[in-house]
């Protein structure tokens, strides 16, 4: 049997089993006197090789993990001199993979007025400048991610001629 995992966290739910036990010779009987039984979950707490700093739970069937969350995430810039050009290099990794089929975007926000921007670093983002602002950048996911994988994203951008505090 195939499931899908909806998009939002879910606690697994008490996967039962019932039926009726027909023998190859006799009558047919019903199953735990036609009770629902109740099936044990993951009992030997196996904890999925594919799921980034998981565990046990993660193994139980249809139990759906939370939204994706930063695991790290660090931001740095390579020039505090104004009005000269910066590198700003975001480095992240997440607890669960970002798919590009579900429209997964990246915000960062608080620049102080933003200007002209260029994305580089890790392939499979993209700037979405439809959503971007003069204090916001807006990156798409182009690519799934992979959980617990660092990517870097470095913007180019040319800091204000005028002196700005960090948010």
């Known amino acids: 049997m195939n499931v899908k995992n909806p998009a939002y966290a879910q606690k697994a739910p008490n996967v039962t089993v019932t039926g009726q036990l027909i023998p190859a010779a006799g ?13 044990l979950q993951n009992v030997d707490q196996t904890v999925p090789a594919n799921v980034y700093e998981g565990s046990w739970h993660d193994g139980v ?7 994706a969350s930063f695991v790290k995430k660090t931001i740095s810039q390579s020039s505090a001199q104004p009005g000269a050009s910066n590198t700003i290099t975001v480095k992240f ?23 002209d921007v260029t994305l580089g670093g890790s392939s499979g983002f993209s700037l979405d400048t439809s959503a971007t602002t003069n204090t916001s950048v807006v990156v798409k996911v182009d690519s799934t991610t992979t959980a617990g994988t660092e990517y870097t994203l470095t913007l180019g ?5 005028k002196h700005t505090l960090s948010p």
Not at 61 to 67: A, I, K, T, W
Not at 96 to 107: C, H, Y
Not at 157 to 161: A, E, K, Q, S
Request: aromatic share 6%.
């Open 27 to 39: 009558t047919p009987t019903l199953f735990n006197g036609g009770r629902d039984y109740i099936l």
């Open 157 to 161: 951008i040319t800091n204000p001629v």
């Open 93 to 115: 990794t997440t607890s669960v993979p970002l798919s590009n089929g579900a429209g997964s975007r990246i915000t960062l926000s608080g620049f102080h007025p933003l200007g």
């Open 61 to 67: 069937p249809l139990e759906v993990r939370g939204s």
